[in-house]
């Protein structure tokens, strides 16, 4: 982030969703996901600086 350098802690939120659910994954830079349900899911980070400033990005994934 050009205003606070690398983020970390809770300026990084991990979370997965379906179209029926969504939950927290994780905060930081590292989590171990458990996700309890098969099938696609979405994946998401969000990050937020200390000015407000957020982004998220998000990819799907196949859960067996």
Known sequence: DPQD???SGMSLVWLWSTD???DVLG???SFSP???VAG???M???AT???GLNYAAQTWVEIQ
């Open 5 to 7: 350098g690398a983020l």
């Open 49 to 51: 600086d200390s000015g």
């Open 44 to 46: 998401s980070l969000e």
């Open 34 to 36: 458990q996700i309890p």
């Open 40 to 42: 696609t899911v979405i």
């Open 27 to 29: 905060v930081g830079t």
């Open 20 to 22: 029926t659910q969504s």
